[in-house]
């Protein structure tokens, strides 16, 4: 890669650059997905099974389409390629093949001239189920053969003994992602057989993979285009109504348009996996840790999904950033008749880092030593080998550096307001301030950037020089994360050009950037935007003899040798690049290989107001150190640090889907509760810029870090203040009271 010198461009790397679609977006202009339209279009409505396990016993749809309005029903009958799709195993009937597996699951799509009368052909739909007994207890379906998979990590002498030995029992339940746009989609039949489908997606790929499998079409036939996105945080990683309307444009040779209501929304896209999980951590009486052996149960609901992926993370971060050479580790991911789990920020590392931090506080406890003692102790450093997999580590891993900055922040002043907000108990004036106890917890975690474990991880870029500026062509998606800024930050800096626009490409004009997930698309598809840009500055220098390039050319010496306009007098200039990271590989039988390109650390501390007697918490205050390689833009980066810490904050202490036998029985926001404005805590954060070795800039993701270890660092708190065990969260205030 040449180093060119270039001048300091307007809205480069590290500034706070205003989102291109902030505005759009705040005024209410932005168009997402719900808010697409095309001339004819029909409605969509589907069908679901009300029960968890059941088989149908008839199915009749003549009444619906009997129905003025109503112009087709499909049902699984009608797909006509393959039956089966899923992003990671093709294991989930597109609608149901005659066995409902989860509660909620698509029976039958009804096409209509409006909402209501698609929603009345669901209803007049002729149905009869024989109810089976649901699998909803994930420890049973581990002691069958309903296995989605299973990681046996065994790393050093099995035989090692600490003398200071805590063991401890955990869970986690089942959260949503709640993004606030719910699932849509609008398919448009081009009139030779093909389709344009804009719909919530991560991946429109590998959605489009799918897609044309399940459809029986070519490739070219199907065009999956980047569509405004309300949040993601995992939910839209898997495919949801994509094939339905796609199918139904077919059949009515009409636009297809199909939105989600929030309960629908709840059962329609898949949610993290609840865990169940039993630790035992040995150490030397000085603290240091010779053992740790777990075992983890995770529920990953009716399919597949990405169960896989997660079941990996959940085991090979399951000891967390710390020196440890002897670990034995079984982590297993279950099939159920529950809802489908899949990804969810965080992505398996929550889990296994609430059951592990918590025994880190148990065993200082044990050893009557402070928390970020015994955390410094056994701090885990670049070079040396990971705990779980033995990877040598590679680039930043500055874990004594997060915890020396967790030392330094200063702690809030001692409560002395009676303002009903600032107590536990909120305006519903329930807890004086007499009544409250505050807790101050910590906690670290570690987590893989990109994709690991040997998959071919790569994203494509296009980056164009023209007489106006620069073009950055993509098709990674834009959830709110603000990629879109990033890029052209990227382009700008590199190229000299403050005018940058960025093209989201479909899958027709592009290839794959990947997922907008695993907080890889800064280093991903930033990376690839950095390397074509580098290449099509050099090629433009070289070309015309020159050594710098500026907003209106290219100059050598300080003289312009050529205007953009005569840069481009053959056409536009453009470089392409497959952008990849360094090779990883697949686990051996023990879990043990090069299985991450990088990773990413991050510690919280939190202090929370307790009413001990009431059940109530206030989470007053988080501080937080996040190993980020290179700040590319400080507001965005706050952002995303102060919208992951609330999602943190909402498990440890109130989000939780409540299943009985595979129903969900609380899927509005009346009774799935957020955390909103006024539970937010005041967030102060330090970011370690240790540049890595493959991201642009030396930048590293920052999407997954906040939430993994904010649930841990709050329930730390909480367990300080009362006194209680608390190993299981959300922590309900009964957890607190006992009642």
Known sequence: MTTRTKPRVRGGIGEDVVRPDGIPKLTGNFAFASDLVADGMLWAATLRSPHAHAVIVSLDTTPALAIPGVRAVITQDDVPGHPLFGQEKADQPVLCDGVARYWGEP???????????????????????????????????ENSDHIFRRINVRRGDLGAKGEVVVEGYYEIGTQDQAPLGTEAGLAIPDGEGGIDLWVTSQWVHIDHGQIVRCLDLPDHMVRCHPAGIGGAFGAREDMSMHVHISLLALITRRPIKMVYDRSESFVGHVKRHSARMWYRHEATPEGRLVRVTAKVILDGGAYMHTSAAVTGNAAFFAVGPYVCDN???DVVSVKTNNPPAGAMRGFGVVQTCFGAESQMDRLAQELDMEPLALRRLNALEAGQPFSTTGQIIEGAFPTTAIIDALESFPLPPPLESDDPVHLPGGT?????????????GYALSAKNLAFSEGFDDY??????LTPVGAEVHTAAMEVGQG???????????????????????????????????????????GGAVHAAAVALRDKVLDDHGADELREDGAYRDG???????????????????????PETEEPDENGQGNLHPGYALAGHRAVVDVDPELGLVRVVQIDTAQDVGKVLNPKALMGQVEGGILQGVGLATMEELVIDKGIIRNPTFTDYLLPTSLDAPHVN??????????GPFGAKGAGEPPTISSTPAVAAAIRQATGKALTRVPILPQDITGT
Do not use: K, N, Y
């Open 459 to 464: 994203a494509e870029a296009r980056v164009v």
């Open 559 to 581: 003289e312009r040798v050529a205007t953009l306009e005569e840069i481009c007098a053959s056409g536009p200039v453009d470089h392409w690049i497959r952008f990849r990271h």
């Open 107 to 141: 029976v039958a799509v009804v096409a209509a001239d409006d909402p209501e009368t698609a929603r009345r052909g669901v209803e007049a739909i002729a149905i009869e189920w024989e109810p089976l007994a649901p699998v909803s207890d994930p420890e049973a379906a």
């Open 685 to 694: 954060a330090v970011f370690i810029e240790e540049g890595d070795h493959w």
């Open 428 to 440: 519903g004036l329930t807890t004086p301030r007499s009544a409250v106890v505050r807790g101050i």
């Open 483 to 525: 990629l879109v800024t990033l890029l052209q930050q990227i382009a700008r800096t590199v190229l000299g050009t403050g005018h940058v626009a960025v093209v989201w490409d479909d899958t027709s004009q592009i290839g794959s950037a990947g997922s907008t997930s695993a907080s890889r698309q800064t280093q991903m598809t």
């Open 327 to 329: 670990v034995e580790l």
